[in-house]
C-alpha cells in the first residue's frame, strides 16, 4: 500500500476529464487499496482518483465512523432523485474552506467493483452527497464552482498563498 499525494486547488490538474476504465487487474485493485489508505490517512469520506493525479474513473467513499466499510466505485454512474438539500461540504482539494452546497439526497448508483462486477445501489443523506461530490471530481468540478466568484476568488488567492510559503521552505 502507499499514501498518495493530494493536488490542491487551483492546480489545472483537478480540471480534467478523468477516463472510463476498461481493464479490471491487478492495477487499478492496487489503486483503490492505495486511494482507500489515502483516504483514511487524510482524513476523509471519500477520494476520487483525479485528486491523486490519476485520470480514470474510481472513486472510494467511506461515511462509517469505524472505516471499516470503503466503496470502492469503478466508471461510477448516477441517477439523481429526491431532493435537493444544502450540506456544508469540504475537499482534500481546498484544505481549509467549507461552503453550502445543494446535492440531492437521494441517488441511484450504476457502477463497478475492482473485480469488474456489476453494481447497482441506491444511496441517501450523506453518502449519496459524498459520491456526487467524488463524480463532479471525475468531470474536473470541484465544490467551490457551486458558490459565488467572490468567494472563489477568495479562497483561490489564500491558497496560492498558503502554497507559495509551502514551496519557499521547501
Ligand atoms: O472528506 C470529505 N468530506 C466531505 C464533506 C462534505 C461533503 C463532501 C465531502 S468529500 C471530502 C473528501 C474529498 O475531498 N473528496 O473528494
Ligand atoms: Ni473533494
Known amino acids: 500500500m502507499a499514501l498518495l499525494d493530494i493536488l490542491e486547488f487551483p492546480d489545472p490538474r483537478l480540471r480534467k476529464k478523468a477516463k472510463r476504465v476498461e481493464v479490471f487487474d491487478e492495477r487499478i485493485k492496487q489503486l483503490c487499496d492505495d486511494m482507500v489508505e489515502t483516504m483514511y490517512e487524510a482524513p476523509g469520506i471519500g477520494l476520487a482518483a ?3 493525479n490519476v ?3 474510481v472513486i472510494v467513499v467511506d461515511v462509517s ?3 471499516s466499510n470503503p466503496l470502492k466505485l469503478i466508471n461510477p454512474e448516477l441517477t439523481l432523485t429526491g431532493e435537493k438539500m444544502d450540506y456544508q461540504e469540504g475537499c482534500l482539494s481546498v484544505p481549509g474552506f467549507y461552503e453550502q452546497v445543494s446535492r440531492y439526497d437521494k441517488i441511484t448508483v450504476k457502477a463497478f467493483n475492482e473485480k ?3 453494481l447497482e445501489f441506491e444511496s441517501t443523506e450523506l453518502e449519496a452527497i459524498c459520491i456526487q461530490h467524488e463524480c463532479d471530481h471525475l468531470d474536473g468540478k470541484l465544490f467551490v464552482d457551486y458558490i459565488s466568484n467572490l468567494k ?3 479562497i483561490r488567492k489564500k491558497l496560492d498563498k498558503i502554497h507559495k510559503e509551502q514551496a519557499r521552505q521547501g
Request: glycine share 6%.
Open 50 to 52: 483525479t485528486q491523486i
Open 55 to 57: 485520470h480514470e474513473r
Open 65 to 67: 465512523e469505524d472505516q
Open 116 to 118: 469488474g462486477e456489476a
Open 152 to 154: 472563489r476568488t477568495r
